[in-house]
């Protein structure tokens, strides 16, 4: 699954999201990548495969080791191949805005469209990208919100002969504006060039805690990414967001109603944290049952139009539909889910497929003919 991780402190932020990311690698992931603010901008690096090839292309980046404000992603795709340019964060067309998300956005063509239309382009095939361009497109047009000045308060000015003060672009409002457009989950964090302190999230469906630090905030998916910094978090619900900066931390609902949220200590070791609570990761796992097949089918499974859809291999379906034979490569429960995968495999398409230990596969030299899918 896939991992979020925020910072926003005074320290550099690089090493903390990296740190972060590493802690979240456990739940398994495609692709990475990290956006700083530094100097008044945007700096992005992104990169397919393992959190090992990010750092790798991070090595003498000066800016982006230099901010103290920044998100990171590890993603599990569900639109789009796992490709660089579908890593998270995604950015607007400024690219002052940066996103990382975590969920399935379900209306995202049709805003998409609204988008492109209003001459925004998209650089990825992900449903994630349109929380970029969306939120980016509230706030550079923030004065068409509804607090803008009222009819009577212009025509005041213009007696009065006063000239209206430019009221403030307002990031959080923007991130509000643009929830409220989406059908779907998420978990997500925002940084700002414009606001180069400021660092934004909000959830739902889609876990995301946050550790308060002496001066500093830390936001993740998962508290394994927090408990090295801080025992003390927040927990934030469905429809809640967190707007965090120099002055300290606000929560508010998505329809700006302010909540105010404990403060929670964590009481568990990091590797209590990773078997949540259950004696063991066997039982951790039986447990997570539903719940992963919940997440795996969800955005994947259309109902309504009784179709299934694999975002992560839909462009390799031409050559999928020649396959003559499977081969699984696992460990552990993965290896005996991949059994269950080989029983239904042959059962319901009649392909021969096998499952091996992937620790051994690595070292063999297989026979793999054409037309095999390992
Ligand atoms: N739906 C998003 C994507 O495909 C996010 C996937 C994830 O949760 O990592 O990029």
Redesign the pocket.
């Known amino acids: ?3 979020i991780v925020g910072y926003v402190g005074r320290k550099s932020a690089k090493p903390i999201l990296i740190e972060g990311l590493k802690r979240l690698e456990y739940r398994g ?1 495609d692709s990475a990548g990290i956006a700083v603010v530094h100097d008044g901008r945007l700096h992005v690096c992104k990169s397919a495969g393992r959190i090992t090839g990010l750092e790798e292309r991070l090595d003498g980046n000066a800016e982006i080791q230099a901010g103290a404000v920044g998100v990171a ?8 191949p796992p490709t660089e340019e ?3 964060p ?1 950015t607007d067309c400024t690219g002052r805005i940066a996103v990382v ?5 379900e209306n995202y063509s049709a805003l998409k469209q609204v988008l492109e239309d209003k001459g925004h382009t998209f650089g ?1 095939d ?4 349109v929380l970029a361009h969306l939120i980016s497109e509230f706030y550079r047009n923030d004065e068409n919100d509804d607090n803008a000045p009222s009819e009577r308060q212009v025509l005041r000015d213009n007696i009065t002969g006063e000239t209206p003060v430019p009221r403030p672009r307002d990031l959080a409002r923007a991130v509000q504006q643009a929830l409220r457009e989406v059908a779907g989950t998420y978990g997500l964090a925002v940084v700002c060039a414009d606001e180069p302190g400021m660092i934004i999230a909000a959830r739902k469906g ?1 876990p995301l805690i946050i550790g308060v630090g002496a001066d500093e905030y830390i936001v993740a998916s998962d508290a394994s990414a927090i408990v090295e910094h801080t025992v003390n978090v927040i927990y934030l619900n469905d429809n809640e967001m967190a707007v965090m900066d120099e002055t300290g931390l606000r929560t508010l609902t998505i329809d700006n109603v302010p909540v105010s949220k404990q403060v929670q200590q964590i009481e568990w070791s990091l590797e209590q944290i990773a078997l949540g609570g259950f004696e063991h990761f066997m039982l951790k796992e039986i447990f997570e049952q539903p719940e992963a097949l919940r997440n795996s089918c969800r ?1 994947r499974l259309d109902l309504r139009e009784n179709r299934i859809q694999l ?2 291999i839909a462009h390799l379906s031409r050559e999928l539909v020649k396959t003559r034979r499977i081969v699984l490569t696992a460990c552990g429960t993965a290896w005996h889910a991949g059994l269950i995968g080989e029983y239904l495999f042959e059962d319901l398409a009649r392909i021969p497929t096998e499952v091996e230990y992937a620790s051994e596969f690595r070292y063999r030299n297989p026979i793999i003919e054409n037309h095999t899918v390992v």
Do not use: K, L, Q, V
């Open positions: 699954m896939c991992g992931y992603h590890t993603r599990w795709a569900t639109h789009g579908n890593a998270h995604h998300h975590n969920g399935i956005i990825s992900t449903d994630s990208e889609s955005g975002g992560g």
